[in-house]
Structure formats: structure tokens, C-alpha cells
T-cell receptor, first 112, second 115 residues
Framework: DAMVIQNPRYQVTQFGKPVTLSCSQT?????MYWYQQKSSQAPKLLFH???????NEADTPDNFQSRRPNTSFCFLDIRSPGLGDAAMYLC???????????FGNGTRLTVT | AQTVTQSQPEMSVQEAETVTLSCTYD???????LFWYKQPPSRQMILVIR??????QNATENRFSVNFQKAAKSFSLKISDSQLGDTAMYFC????????????FGTGTSLTVIP
């Protein structure tokens, strides 16, 4: 089945230690998104790629970076995680303008 | 900027009964889409139903239907014949049709279906 896959499902990192979360998709969708979701809160858009065009949300901290080496893969890099960065990180894709989002299972990040 | 408000943090419903989840939004745009997403415990978020703002007819997907009131900027979700598998967080979401790629989510409603 075509899908959005996030690895790992759970990630533990130390305060200040860089961490990378990965997302892959077999849907061949143009757009890939990264959302941060804290407990009992709405998913918050961090950035998205439309093909290779990177779009950063104005309030996304500089600590968060993203890479999309090809259509299938997208990475979220957190350069120096703080305790406040502990959250569920959701990757999503959409195939064309105005189409619904398809989500992965998410990566739950713990910062110790 | 668009805002989406879900005023019911938690709701419960008896199995087989009907429940309505509320959502309001604020926008100055005229062309947009609205969505309801479901996030079961520890599982991925999936699309429940979608409504185009230019359509007057309310969207329906099996047991799920919406009441879209454009003038009131209201977009409620009705779940009929509730099932245990409907237990989940439900998020209302808005997307501007003209910019296309930015979704704005509400804070969610946690629905519990009681056997």
C-alpha cells in the first residue's frame, strides 16, 4: 500500500545533542510537511516543501532545519534540542494543490 | 492569518448514538477547504471528510456528515451510529484554496465512545 513512513517511531535524545527524524513516502506526492504536535494541542506547521521549494513558517525556530534530497524522502534536523522540543513530530504529504494531507504515524521525541 | 476553534476539548457518546463536534473558523478568504481529521490513540491521523467552501451541499461519508454554515463560519461534524472505533481525537482543519499548501488545525476534540 502506498503510504507515509516515519522512522523511528520513538526517539530519545539528550539536551543539546543533534537529532534527525526521517520521513519517506511511496505516494509520489509533490508536497511534504513537518508538523510539531504537543500534548493536547493542534499540530503546528514547521515547514513544507513543494517539490524542491522550501517554505518555512515565520515562527519556526532556527533550531529546526529540513532537507528533501528527493521526492520520496524528507528529514527534520533539530540542531540543539531543548526540553521544550519534546513532542510528536508528524510528517504529511499531499499530491497537488488543494488536496488533503496524508500523515505518517509520527515520531515521538523525548529530550532528556 | 486563519484561526480554527474547537470549543469542546472532550466529549463522550454512547455506542450507537449520534454526536456532533463543533468547529468555527475565522478567515477573510472566500475560497477554501475544510476538513475533519481523526487521530486514534497512538495511531496516525486520517482524513474523515472534506468540504469545499464553494459547495452549498454538505459533505457526507457514510456515518459522517458535516453541517457547513459559511456565513456563520461554522463547520460541525456529525457522527451517526457511533462505534467504539470512533474513539479518537478529532481535528478540524482549514486550507486556503488560493495558497493551497498551508493547513491550519484546531486544538482538537477528544471523543470517547462508551459501550
Amino acid at each position: 500500500d502506498a503510504m507515509v513512513i516515519q522512522n523511528p517511531r520513538y526517539q530519545v535524545t539528550q539536551f543539546g545533542k543533534p537529532v534527525t527524524l526521517s520521513c519517506s513516502q511511496t505516494l509520489n506526492h509533490n508536497v511534504m510537511y513537518w508538523y510539531q504536535q504537543k500534548s493536547s494541542q493542534a499540530p503546528k506547521l514547521l515547514f513544507h516543501y513543494y517539490d524542491k521549494d522550501f517554505n518555512n513558517e515565520a515562527d519556526t525556530p532556527d533550531n529546526f532545519q529540513s532537507r528533501r534530497p528527493n521526492t520520496s524522502f524528507c528529514f527534520l534536523d533539530i540542531r540543539s534540542p531543548g526540553l521544550g522540543d519534546a513532542a510528536m513530530y508528524l510528517c504529511a504529504t499531499s499530491g497537488y494543490r488543494n488536496s488533503p494531507l496524508h500523515f505518517g504515524n509520527g515520531t515521538r521525541l523525548t529530550v532528556t | 492569518a486563519q484561526t480554527v476553534t474547537q470549543s469542546q476539548p472532550e466529549m463522550s457518546v454512547q455506542e450507537a448514538e449520534t454526536v456532533t463536534l463543533s468547529c468555527t473558523y475565522d478567515t477573510s478568504e472566500s475560497n477554501y477547504y475544510l476538513f475533519w481529521y481523526k487521530q486514534p490513540p497512538s495511531r496516525q491521523m486520517i482524513l474523515v471528510i472534506r468540504q469545499e467552501a464553494y459547495k452549498q451541499q454538505n459533505a457526507t461519508e457514510n456515518r459522517f456528515s458535516v453541517n457547513f454554515q459559511k456565513a456563520a463560519k461554522s463547520f460541525s461534524l456529525k457522527i451517526s451510529d457511533s462505534q467504539l472505533g470512533d474513539t479518537a481525537m478529532y481535528f478540524c482543519a482549514f486550507m486556503n484554496q488560493d495558497t493551497g499548501n498551508q493547513f491550519y488545525f484546531g486544538t482538537g476534540t477528544s471523543l470517547t465512545v462508551i459501550p
